[in-house]
């Protein structure tokens, strides 16, 4: 007999690698499942209407992939970097947005959320720095901590020299080895990042001589505004038009514009760094879905203009009828972020507030979620922070769940 009795089973915590440690359940996907409560007005998860997904054009793509010849493709074994007429279309997207590139530069990935995690699994070794926004995409945060980095905070308009950011990662016994943004409508903001901004962001990792990760979920969903051009294609400008020069990887997905249960993302950059993610790719699922993949290339092929005007119109009226909401029902000392797309508004409520608190109170008076805003910072702190989501829910219950929140709001600033 062992000193641990054989009827106690094994002790499983005790065999986990040091980075399971830094494995958190994410508090959207936990809040999720209070879309199942009727009785709740739930502005928690950051998803697609599933009403605007185009179901008949799939089950046409689908039926297509499945017959004759194509079947046994659709359903056999393939290639790592993915399926080639839709890393082709792609690469033709990518040239529409300032990004010339071929399908070489392409490698497609399980949802851009498998991207961040090869990104992660790529670059980061333990105690080694990623710089992130203050706040940041909580998804991203899962990724890279499994790989056990620090954090330090990339503010692009800001006077710290790159001497310092460096200086303060090998004071913690590594190296900083990317900085990462969502450019466009960021998860959990809303807000876009300026040209200017863009260009100080490539101006930094030039002197850190580091990569940078532009997630772009969400670039297809502007409403108002100029454009601004993804950072890849900024730093096409600067060196000639030639991807290989260039240090940016970019992040796609279909999830937010055809749809996220398919999950095909993509990443476009420099083809040695595609070249380490296909290895990735095949050591991690050996390749995605070929049968969503080619679902994906028939639909975007015919009607993704067409399939984007169409929730870019429903989901601009919601976030108006949002942002009227809380100009009508927030009290004075709260602000919020006024975004030209995307799916979310940032919340600052006065420094007394707590939103895990907030939550708990609008849950068990109101029947109104949200997220709060602390998942969102690597170092724990934006307690007064909350992220509204406008993309699933119907007007009316928007106006009416931020009348309800507003309550809540009113009655605890007293």
């Not at 913690?172 to 960021?186: E, I, P, Q, T, W």
């Not at 907030?358 to 969102?376: H, I, N, Q, T, Y």
């Amino acid at each position: 007999m062992t000193s641990q009795s054989r009827g106690d089973g094994l002790d499983w915590p005790k065999l986990f690698a040091t980075r399971a440690e830094r494995m958190k359940a994410s508090e959207i996907r936990e809040l999720l499942k209070l879309l199942d409560q009727p009785d709740v007005i739930s502005f928690a998860g950051g998803i697609p209407d599933p009403a605007l997904f185009p179901a008949q054009a799939f089950s046409d793509a689908l039926a297509q992939s499945l017959t004759g010849d194509q079947a046994g493709q659709a359903l056999q074994y393939s290639v790592s970097e993915g399926y080639l007429p839709l890393r082709q279309w792609i690469a033709a997207r990518m040239g529409s947005l300032g990004v010339k590139c071929t399908a070489d530069n392409i490698v497609i990935t399980t949802g851009s959320q498998q991207a961040l995690d090869f990104l992660g699994k790529l670059f980061l070794s333990p105690g080694d720095t990623a710089l992130v926004g203050w706040p940041t995409y909580l998804g991203a945060l899962q990724a890279f901590n499994a790989y056990e980095p620090r954090y330090d905070r990339l503010n692009p308009m800001g006077n710290r020299l790159p001497a310092d950011f460096k200086a303060q990662a090998e004071a913690a016994g590594g190296r900083v080895k990317f900085a990462y943004l969502s450019g466009d409508f960021a998860n959990p903001t809303g807000e876009t990042v300026t040209r200017e901004a863009r260009e100080r962001v490539l101006d930094l990792a030039e002197a850190l001589d580091i990569p940078v990760i532009e997630d772009a979920a969400y670039q297809s969903l502007r409403y108002e505004g100029e454009e601004v051009p993804p950072i890849l294609a900024l730093d096409l400008m600067r060196h000639g038009g030639d991807i290989e020069k260039t240090r940016t990887l970019y992040c796609g997905s279909f999830s937010k514009t055809l749809a996220p249960g398919l999950r095909v993302g993509w990443v476009c950059g420099a083809t040695p760094v595609i070249g380490k993610l296909v290895l990735t790719k095949q050591a991690a699922d050996l390749h995605s879905s070929t049968l969503n993949q080619m679902a994906i290339h028939k639909v975007a092929s015919a009607d993704f203009a067409g399939q984007v005007a169409r929730i870019k119109q429903a989901y601009q009226s919601r976030r108006d009828t949002m942002l009227k909401a809380l100009d009508a029902h927030m009290p004075d000392g709260v602000s919020w972020t006024h975004p030209d797309g995307g799916m979310f508004v940032w919340i600052t409520l006065p420094e007394k507030f707590d939103g895990a608190d907030l939550l708990a109170e609008c849950l068990k008076s109101e029947r109104v979620a949200f997220v709060p805003g602390k998942a969102f910072f690597a170092d724990g702190s934006g307690a007064n922070t909350i992220r509204l989501s406008f993309s699933r829910m119907a007007e009316k219950d928007i106006a009416e769940g931020i009348a309800r929140l507003g309550r809540v709001v009113k009655r605890k600033a007293g």
